[in-house]
């Protein structure tokens, strides 16, 4: 293992105190903006690499689950509903994934002071997420599905699909009768 990941080690163990959870054998790369740490719960053997910016605002709640990757500058934000990462899924950097939504019917205010549009996430058993990818508020990604670089993902999608584009749409589902992937 490389050095800077034991010093990485070492501050996941200081942070325990501060978090929901922390597993054990689970690191974060630093610098890191962490919001909401007693409402983060993350399990075992999770890499959350340099730069992550993680948001549980109010009574947000973001569950990463066991032996996840994150890489590089990627940002999770929960407002007041859950965001669920399920066990072995890996995120590429530069990707981004949220259960919010700014509304926008006051064309007198900024998108910004407009209300917030909650909807629970969740991101299903060994995904894997691409470069850039963005997880818009009340997506439901099913286990084992792939998301392409640079998708942008909103809706419910089944088990063993690979979705790319902007807005994402499936191109590939796994067959399980007859063991290959099929194109859509």
Same mark, same amino acid.
């Given at each position: 293992m490389h050095p800077v990941?034991?010093?990485?080690?070492?501050?996941?163990?200081?942070?325990?105190?501060?978090?929901?959870?922390?597993g054990?054998?689970?690191?974060?790369?630093?610098? $890191?903006?962490i919001e909401g740490r007693k409402n983060i719960y993350i399990g075992e053997r999770t890499r959350i690499f340099p730069g992550i910016r993680m948001e549980a605002i109010k009574n947000g709640k973001i569950v990463i689950g066991n032996n996840v990757a994150i890489?590089?500058?990627v940002q999770i934000t929960s407002?007041?509903?859950?965001?669920?990462?399920?066990?072995?899924?890996?995120i590429a950097a530069n990707s981004f994934i949220t259960?919010?939504?700014?509304?926008?019917?006051?064309?007198?205010?900024?998108?910004m002071e407009q209300k917030y549009?909650?909807?629970d996430t969740f991101i299903g058993e060994g995904c894997f997420i691409g470069y850039g990818v963005a997880i818009q508020a009340g997506t439901i990604l099913g286990k084992h599905c792939i998301v392409g670089t640079n998708s942008v993902v909103r809706g419910i999608y089944?088990?063993? $699909?690979?979705?790319?584009?902007?807005?994402?749409?499936?191109?590939?589902r796994y067959n399980i009768k007859t063991k290959k992937w099929e194109k859509q």
């Open positions: 990941k034991y010093l990485w080690g070492i501050r996941a163990i200081i942070n325990k105190f501060f978090f929901g959870r922390i054990k054998f689970t690191y974060i790369g630093n610098p $890191c903006f890489e590089q500058n407002f007041n509903n859950s965001l669920h990462i399920s066990d072995d899924v890996t259960n919010i939504d700014h509304e926008y019917q006051d064309i007198t205010k900024s998108v549009l909650q909807k089944p088990d063993f $699909c690979v979705l790319v584009g902007s807005p994402a749409s499936i191109v590939k």
